[in-house]
């Protein structure tokens, strides 16, 4: 099994994703500031993997508290989590968790609980909220392996993998399933520039799973779609808007056209704390721009002339009308996502 990241009596233990697949190495982050600085540096990347990082970033900046009492720690407990939610903008599973943290903690602080229970309380949600991802994974999977074919080539695009959760993966989850179901799958990863989390990360851990995968440059996409090696698409997202717009990594929005040209079905796989109904579409979503040296640079080596213009949005919005379907523990939506979604945001 792939550890992507692991509570320890030490700290958070995380897989080095920066370092992937030519080294696996782990990076130990013992406080609070340190989980903000894997987040930051990418080390643990990926909408549910930012998630639980930031929920046991909580746990450990509590448990490191000297505060006597709760209502001491309260204005600590403030600053943890704004430091936590300041480190990436787009995946919303961010600020779900931090979220669900301070509803927690509001209960917490009501009830006047001694600051022993509250560093254990802190913990076990945080706990909770990894063990909910695997399941969610696990569930949705068997939905979106359900959609896939019985034989043929399936396109994915980033890592929406076992390294992008806390294990399975939520597109990379729906492979597995498929595989899992006897269907005879060909993944195509997408290389993904300028971070290749598509020929490092997804390379590397469906390779480790003996799944039959092919790294393709971004550009090749199309191309294979002609000629008829492409016969689904299964992406994450880090934000569903209310009308089933989502923010995935730059380049899905390119894929999912592409799609629709070719007559090709085109899914989401993502667990419900990816929906955010408050953005009525994806234009309110907040788009993260990274540093160009992920651009002008690889591997320390400059690619591009000195001062030429640079631009690095790591994400991109697709409209809802290129979804085919999108799978979620609770099931999977259908089109119009407008409705689907809020049927289940209602439900919940
Ligand atoms: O910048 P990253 O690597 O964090 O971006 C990750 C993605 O875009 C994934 O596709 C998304 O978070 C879904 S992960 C299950």
């Known amino acids: 099994m792939i550890l992507t990241l692991e509570w320890t009596p030490k700290g958070v233990n995380f897989i080095d994703q920066t370092k992937l697949p030519l080294e696996e190495s782990y990076v130990l982050a013992t406080n609070y500031e340190e989980v903000a600085e894997v987040i930051v540096t990418m080390v643990v990347r990926g909408a549910p993997a930012i998630g639980v990082s930031a929920a046991y970033g909580v746990a450990l900046g509590a448990k490191d508290s000297k505060a006597k009492t709760i209502e001491e720690f309260a204005p600590e407990f403030e600053a943890i989590c704004a430091r936590l939610a300041g480190t990436r903008p787009t995946a919303v599973n961010?600020?779900?968790?931090?979220?669900?943290?301070?509803?927690?903690?509001?209960?917490?602080?009501?009830?006047?609980?001694?600051?022993?229970?509250?560093?254990?309380?802190?913990?076990?949600?945080?706990?909770?909220?990894?063990?909910?991802?695997?399941?969610?994974?696990?569930?949705?999977?068997?939905?979106?392996?359900?959609?896939?074919?019985?034989?043929?080539?399936?396109?994915?695009?980033?890592?929406?993998?076992?390294?992008?959760?806390?294990?399975?993966?939520?597109?990379?989850?729906?492979?597995r399933s498929a595989v899992e179901q006897g269907k005879r799958i060909k993944v195509y990863a997408d290389e993904t520039r300028p971070f290749l989390q598509g020929a490092r990360l997804t390379a590397w851990e469906l390779m480790h799973d003996g799944i039959d995968t092919t790294v393709i440059c971004d550009n090749m996409a199309a191309s294979l779609m002609r000629a008829g090696k492409i016969q689904a698409v299964v992406v994450g997202a880090d934000r569903i808007a209310a009308n089933g717009d989502f923010a995935n990594k730059i380049g899905t929005y390119n894929v999912a056209i592409l799609a629709r040209e070719h007559g090709?079905?085109?899914?989401?796989?993502?667990?419900?704390?990816?929906?955010?109904?408050?953005?009525?579409?994806?234009?309110?979503?907040?788009?993260?721009?990274?540093?160009?040296?992920?651009?002008?640079?690889?591997?320390?080596?400059?690619l591009t002339p000195h001062g030429v213009g640079i631009c690095n949005p790591a994400f991109d919005v697709t409209p809802a009308r290129y979804l085919t379907a999108i799978f979620t523990e609770r099931g999977t939506l259908e089109a119009p996502f407008n409705e689907s979604l809020k049927k289940m945001a209602v439900a919940e």
């Open 264 to 302: 090709i079905p085109f899914y989401v796989a993502a667990p419900c704390s990816t929906i955010d109904m408050k953005p009525p579409d994806g234009a309110a979503i907040p788009i993260e721009e990274r540093s160009p040296v992920e651009v002008t640079h690889h591997g320390g080596k400059q």
């Open 94 to 175: 961010l600020f779900w968790a931090i979220d669900r943290m301070k509803r927690l903690f509001a209960e917490l602080l009501a009830t006047k609980t001694p600051m022993s229970s509250v560093k254990e309380r802190i913990l076990t949600e945080a706990h909770a909220m990894y063990n909910e991802d695997i399941a969610a994974c696990k569930t949705m999977g068997a939905f979106g392996g359900e959609r896939m074919p019985d034989e043929g080539g399936v396109l994915t695009h980033c890592n929406a993998g076992a390294l992008a959760t806390c294990g399975y993966g939520t597109a990379l989850g729906v492979i």
